[in-house]
């Protein structure tokens, strides 16, 4: 996900690495920086 008019990277935020949200963060860090965060903590 690059903006084409500036060419620049998004900085992502991605809350809850469950089934949907930790492919989903895997899949945008392939061109963009991401963190993930996940209310349980044994998750």
């Given amino acids: ?13 991605v809350a809850d690495t469950g089934y949907v949200g930790l492919p989903l963060a895997v899949l945008f860090s392939q061109h963009n920086k991401v963190t993930a965060v996940d209310i349980l903590p044994e998750s």
């Avoid at 996900?1 to 935020?13: F, L, P, Q, S, V």
Wanted: glycine residues 8%.
């Fill in 1 to 13: 996900m690059i903006n084409e008019k500036t060419g620049r990277k998004y900085c992502i935020a």
